[in-house]
């Protein structure tokens, strides 16, 4: 079946870039109809929402921080990244990546297992 | 951006008994668009109920969800252990994504 694994480094200093890769496997990032999307969630908090793409390149976003994202996908790799710049403690979080369907009901129906990010010097 | 609240924060229920969980959004949104999920400690959230009242694979029918318009509703029928944990409801609107703020169900 489909599984994604998110992989990346666990610290981060204040100011730098965080990057994340989602890795997919048993099945194709190029999937008709599949967005892939991260999601992070601060330690004891809930769930933000953060960009999604297609395998074409299109995405969609949290405005909130959409000047610092940036979402790419490598369907040669069958992977997904994020990129979030000029990171500060707050974004110290839990980041997942996950699928949703761009038609129909949604939501997140796959996830990834979650890799902690935290920002210290 | 489409707020979601959930209530109560804590629930405190006894295995057996029902769990009625709420999340209320700031504005309407379409049953197909709303969500719930289930989170355990150190564990990626689980879809429970997709379009509002539909179960996702796998789910036990003593999940159900219901509720329209701004007013949704997840109902546990019966409590088993394995059901303590904290729930998240989900919508898509105006192009975003949101999730609430959960409920802890916790053993009383």
């Known amino acids: 079946q489909v599984q994604l694994q998110e992989s990346g480094p666990g610290l981060v200093k204040p100011s730098e870039t965080l990057s994340l890769t989602c890795t997919v496997s048993g099945g194709s990032v190029s999937s008709t109809g599949y967005y892939w999307a991260w999601i992070r969630q601060p330690p004891g908090k809930g769930l933000e929402w953060i960009e999604s793409i297609y395998h074409s390149g299109n995405t969609y976003y949290n405005p909130s921080l959409k000047s610092r994202v940036t979402i790419s996908v490598d369907t040669s ?16 979080a839990v980041y997942y990546c996950a699928r949703h369907l761009n038609w129909g009901a949604r939501y997140f129906d796959l996830w990834g297992r979650g890799t902690l990010v935290t920002v210290s010097s | 951006e489409i707020v979601l609240t959930q209530s109560p924060g804590t629930l405190s229920l006894s295995p057996g008994e029902r769990a009625t969980l709420s999340c ?3 504005q309407s949104v379409s049953s197909s668009y709303l969500a719930w999920y289930q989170q355990k400690p150190g564990q990626a959230p689980r879809l429970l109920i997709y379009g509002a009242s539909s179960r996702a694979t796998g789910i036990p029918d003593r999940f159900s969800g219901s509720g329209s318009g701004a007013d949704f509703t997840l109902t546990i029928s019966r409590l088993e252990p394995e059901d303590f944990a904290v729930y998240y409801c989900q919508q898509y609107g105006n192009s975003m994504y949101t999730f609430g703020q959960g409920t802890k169900l916790e053993i009383k």
């Not at chain 1, 790799?77 to 110290?92: E, G, H, M, P």
Request: net charge positive; charged share 25%.
């Open chain 1, 77 to 92: 790799k069958n992977r997904f990244s994020l990129k979030l710049s000029s990171v500060t403690a707050a974004d110290t």
């Open chain 2, 24 to 26: 209320r959004a700031s």
